[in-house]
């Protein structure tokens, strides 16, 4: 099994920065590549970003290419989504999840952080 746990979510204004992270434990050796996910209050949970474990492969949803970076520190097993330029629809709550390499499927999940953008 695979433990993942987020950390860094808050209360933020219009314009801030914030870093969330996640750190996974367990069989993290069956996965090649993390990602986030992020679901607002009434809406589907949707692809932020995700990053390769090997070659740090990256890719955005639309809605934050420039603002959002993943990386990861694998000395750590440590994923990371620094968010610059937060906006009032950044809101929701932020979840890190492992790609399976035999599933190639994001088959993990952590509880989840929430971050909040109003003014």
């Known amino acids: 099994q695979v433990q993942l746990v987020e950390s860094g979510g808050g209360l933020m204004q219009p314009g801030d920065s914030l870093r969330l992270s996640c750190a996974a434990s367990g069989r993290t050796f069956s996965s090649d590549a993390m990602g986030w996910f992020r679901q607002a209050p009434g809406k589907d949970r949707e692809f932020v970003a995700s990053i390769t474990w090997g070659r740090g492969f990256t890719a955005y949803a639309d809605s934050v290419k420039g603002r959002f970076t993943i990386s990861r520190d694998n000395a750590k097993n440590t994923v990371y989504l620094q968010m610059n330029n937060l906006k009032p629809e950044d809101t929701a709550v932020y979840y890190c999840?492992?790609?399976?390499?035999?599933?190639?499927?994001?088959?993990?999940w952590g509880q989840g952080t929430q971050v909040t953008v109003s003014s």
């Open positions: 999840a492992r790609r399976g390499v035999a599933t190639a499927m994001y088959d993990a």
